[in-house]
C-alpha cells in the first residue's frame, strides 16, 4: 500500500487482504461506502440499475474481478482530502441542508473516480510502467477495431508471448481481457446514453458478430445488453 492508492470495492465483491493484512493494520484513510440512494431521490433502486448509472462505470467492471487499485495524482491529493472531510463533517454534524450537501460531496468524489478510472495509460506512466501505458493506449485507440494480442504485440515490438507474461505479472489479467473490459465499458455507456441498437453498439465496440457481443456481455454482467440498457433507464 502506497500514499495515495484508491481502491474500488464493487457490490457483491470479496477481496482478501492476505499479504496486505499487517501494512492494512497501520495504515490510514478514507473508507465510503453508500447505498444506490445515496445519490438523491433520482437514483436507481435495483442491483442492476445502480450499476448502470453513469456515476458508477467504475463498479461495474466487466470481465475484472475483485477491488481496483488507482493512485491519486500528488497534486490532487489535498482537495480528495479536503472533500472527504467536508463529506464526514456533513454526516457528523447533520445541520439543515446535510443530505443534500452530502449528496453534493459523494456526486463530485465520484466524478473523480471516473476521470481517474478512465486514464490507465496516464496512471501507468506515473507509476513508470512505460510498456504497459503502451499497451494501453493502444487498446484506448484500436478497442472498436478487431485487434488481437498479436497486434498489441506488434504495436509495442515485443513477442506475444513476452507481452502476455508481462501483463499478467503486473496487472494479474491478460491482454485479451484488458481489451474486452474496454469494450465493455463502452458498450455500457452506449447502452445507457444512446438509442443505437444493439447491432450499431457491438459493431462501435469491435464486435462484427452481434450473437457473440451478447454472450460476452452476458458473461461479463450477468444480464443481456437489452436488459442492461432498461435498467438504467427505469
Same mark, same amino acid.
Not at 473516480?113 to 504497459?132: C, K, N
Not at 441498437?197 to 452476458?218: C, E, K, L, M, N
Given at each position: ?12 465483491e ?13 495504515? !490510514?484513510?478514507?473508507?465510503?461506502s ?29 470481465a475484472?474481478?475483485?477491488g ?40 463530485l ?19 513508470? !510502467? ?9 487498446? !484506448?485507440?484500436?478497442?472498436? !477495431? ?22 499478467r ?16 465499458a463502452?458498450a ?19 464486435y ?17 445488453p437489452l ?8
Amino acid at each position: 500500500m502506497h500514499v495515495g492508492d484508491l481502491y474500488l470495492i464493487a457490490p457483491g465483491e470479496i477481496v482478501a487482504v492476505g499479504a496486505q493484512a499487517g501494512a492494512l493494520a497501520q495504515a !490510514e484513510g478514507w473508507a465510503v461506502s453508500f447505498p444506490p440512494a445515496g445519490l438523491g431521490p433520482d437514483a436507481p433502486d435495483a442491483l442492476l440499475s445502480w450499476r448502470a448509472h453513469p456515476l458508477l462505470f467504475p463498479f461495474a467492471r466487466g470481465a475484472a474481478q475483485g477491488g481496483q487499485r488507482l493512485s491519486v495524482p500528488t497534486a490532487d491529493r489535498p482537495v480528495w482530502s479536503a472533500r472527504l472531510a467536508a463529506l464526514d463533517r456533513e454526516l457528523r454534524t447533520r445541520r439543515d441542508g446535510y443530505r443534500q450537501a452530502v449528496i453534493a460531496h459523494l456526486s463530485l468524489l465520484l466524478v473523480d473516480v471516473s476521470r481517474l478510472a478512465a486514464d490507465i495509460a496516464g496512471d501507468l506512466r506515473l507509476s513508470d !510502467e512505460p510498456l504497459l501505458a503502451e499497451v494501453f493506449d493502444f487498446i !484506448e485507440k484500436h478497442y472498436h !477495431e478487431r485487434i488481437s494480442l498479436t497486434d498489441v504485440a506488434a504495436a509495442v515490438n515485443i513477442s506475444s508471448g513476452h507481452l502476455t507474461t508481462v501483463v499478467r505479472r503486473k496487472t494479474g489479467r491478460p491482454v485479451l481481457e484488458w481489451i474486452t473490459e474496454r469494450r465493455m465499458a463502452q458498450a455500457r455507456r452506449l447502452l445507457t446514453e444512446t438509442n443505437l441498437s444493439i447491432t450499431a453498439v457491438a459493431h462501435s465496440v469491435g464486435y462484427s458478430d452481434p450473437a457473440y457481443f451478447v454472450r460476452t456481455f452476458r458473461n461479463a454482467h450477468g444480464t443481456t445488453p437489452l436488459r442492461w440498457r432498461l435498467a438504467g433507464r427505469q
